[in-house]
């Protein structure tokens, strides 16, 4: 094995980008921002980019916020605050905060960086790794740190593989052969194919890599022009590749997979119908993305809790959960679950079911209620009675449905249905 300072990522940091708000959630951000929503049970969002960094061997991190961040601050000052400085560790946190000016918050996703040169400068390091906080997957980021520092190149730039017809969507890159990016376009009409699959595009994972030398004199010049929205996707990176030397690397080389035949799995969680989806996913018999790899695990902060407790045995009171994740602290009580997750501290109630419920901390469910394909925000106290997603028109009178048909139930929401009943 070779030693840890051999690996790149001794000699790296992670700048990961958490200030987005994140709208397409609709109200799942009201109260807090993208990165700090709850995923899979027990983590939230910006875990995965953060644990990713940790387990390739990165020891210096720091998260830039901005909107609605006290959830995420104070997730990640009680969940990843074992590092230790005196082992050259670290982990600040960087809220947008009149650095510059009293009036000045984060223009735009380069800005972030440019507006922490210093807290850079104090890292000593020699590669800076740019990490968008809000997408679910596992890479190993020691490998693409390797192929930018054997290819020389100003950037390079994560990108996934997706089929052409999709790839309007996403800010997509047109290469040679060899991997240097010839075009950055972003959202095209009529996106390119790649030069061995001209079905397929290579989309941007919002993941970039430079040498820290030459990201801070880019930085300061972007600063200085006045026609710049101060944006990586928007301005340098179109820059670097008309200018300098840009390179594509495909996630495929360097996800982490829990077998050699499993998918690339990464997701965008950012509509209410890829966020339910992606949660219940997790349900399959062998769902894509492995929580349970314990070479690879997802790190967050863990509350001291109670087993999981079913109690009631009678034969229409009984409490169950088939084909479901059923987080620490939850007590079924009489309660029939389905193809859901429950988050920590869920309380469900007798003759109640659940079918295809994402279900977050700390919510309660009352007696008979009736709930099919919901996302439960945290807190919320569901009626005795209710019965959703059996009625689309009826639920759309006070919850959120979205296009897909998941109806999304928070407190106010809860409220306003109490108000009238």
Not at 32 to 48: L, Q
Not at 77 to 95: H, K, M, T
Not at 205 to 228: C, H, K, P, Q, T
Request: charged share 25%; hydrophobic share 40%.
């Amino acid at each position: 094995m070779a030693n840890m300072n051999d690996r790149i990522s001794a000699r790296s940091m992670a700048f990961v980008l958490a200030g987005g708000r994140g709208s397409r959630l609709q109200e799942l951000t009201d109260m807090r921002a993208k990165p700090a929503v709850y995923f899979g049970g027990k983590t939230r969002i910006i875990d995965f980019a953060l644990s990713n960094a940790l387990n390739s061997g990165i020891r210096k991190m720091a998260i830039a916020t901005q909107y609605k961040a006290h959830s995420l601050i104070r997730h990640c000052q009680r969940g990843w605050s074992f590092f230790r400085a005196e082992r050259n560790e670290y982990l600040d946190i960087l809220p947008a905060s009149q650095r510059v000016s009293e009036n000045k918050w984060y223009l735009g996703t380069a800005d972030a960086v440019t507006q922490n040169i210093d807290i850079v400068d104090s890292y000593d390091v020699d590669y800076v790794l740019v990490l968008a906080g809000d997408h679910i997957y596992k890479m190993d980021y020691e490998l693409m740190l390797r192929q930018h520092e054997k290819t020389g190149a100003d950037v390079t730039v994560g990108c996934l593989t997706v089929p052409r017809a999709e790839a309007s969507a996403f800010g997509v890159m047109a290469t040679d052969a060899d991997g240097r990016i010839t075009e950055f376009l972003e959202k095209p009409k009529n996106p390119p194919g790649t030069p061995g699959d001209p079905d397929v595009t290579l989309a941007s994972m919002g993941i970039y890599v430079f040498r820290w030398d030459f990201l801070r004199e880019l930085l300061l010049r972007d600063a200085e022009d006045s026609n710049s929205s101060h944006d990586f996707g928007s301005d340098l990176i179109p820059d670097i590749v008309e200018n300098g030397k840009a390179m594509a690397h495909r996630f495929d080389e360097s996800c982490v997979r829990h077998s050699p035949d499993a998918p690339a799995y990464w997701r965008d969680v950012g509509t209410v119908d890829a966020f339910w989806k992606a949660n219940i996913d997790l349900t399959d018999f062998a769902p894509d993305l492995d929580l349970w790899d314990r070479k690879w695990p997802i790190w967050t902060y863990s509350e001291s809790v109670p087993p999981a407790k079913f109690i009631h045995d009678a034969e229409d009171r009984r409490g169950t959960a088939v084909s479901s994740l059923i987080s620490g602290g939850c007590v079924v009580s009489g309660t029939q679950i389905r193809n859901s997750l429950l988050f920590t501290q869920v309380h469900t109630n007798s003759y109640a079911q659940l079918r295809e419920a994402v279900v977050l901390p700390y919510a309660e469910i009352g007696r008979s209620a009736h709930l099919t394909k919901v996302v439960i925000d945290r807190g919320v106290v569901i009626p005795e009675g209710l019965v959703v997603g059996e009625d689309r028109v009826e639920d759309a009178k006070w919850f959120n449905v979205s296009d897909g048909g998941v109806t999304l139930i928070t407190k106010p929401m809860i409220e306003r249905w109490n108000a009238q009943a």
